[in-house]
């Protein structure tokens, strides 16, 4: 079992940034990848990016030079470094892990106002 807590969403004006944290606990020493997925009103939740174990990255199209993930050198901690932020980028940001299985954050608000 991991638990994922989540902190650092918020409300910004377009053009600002923010940085999101994950603090990964319980079998951390299980996961493989860590990332962060969204989910605006009305669409499917998105993979925004995500960091391996050996540390590759993956970002979504609409995010990269924007956007930057980190992960601490225990690698129970990722961070989402968002800069440049739009109104569009609003929208409940979720943290993943991937051990064998799936699992989840409960999520936090992001909201850019234009």
């Known amino acids: 079992q991991v638990e994922l807590v989540e902190s650092g969403g918020g409300l910004v004006q377009a053009g600002g940034s923010l940085r999101l944290s994950c603090a990964a606990s319980?079998?951390?020493?299980?996961?493989?990848?860590m990332g962060w997925y969204r989910q605006a009103p009305g669409k499917q939740r998105e993979l925004v990016a995500a960091i391996t174990r050996s540390g590759r990255t993956n970002y979504a199209d609409s995010v990269k030079g924007r956007f930057t993930i980190s992960r601490d050198n225990a690698r129970t901690t990722v961070y989402l470094q968002m800069n440049s932020l739009k109104p569009e980028d609003t929208a409940v940001y979720y943290c993943?892990?991937?051990?064998?299985?799936?699992?989840w954050g409960q999520g936090t608000q992001v909201t850019v106002s234009s």
């Open positions: 319980g079998r951390d020493f299980d996961i493989q990848d």
């Open positions: 993943h892990a991937r051990t064998f299985w799936d699992y």
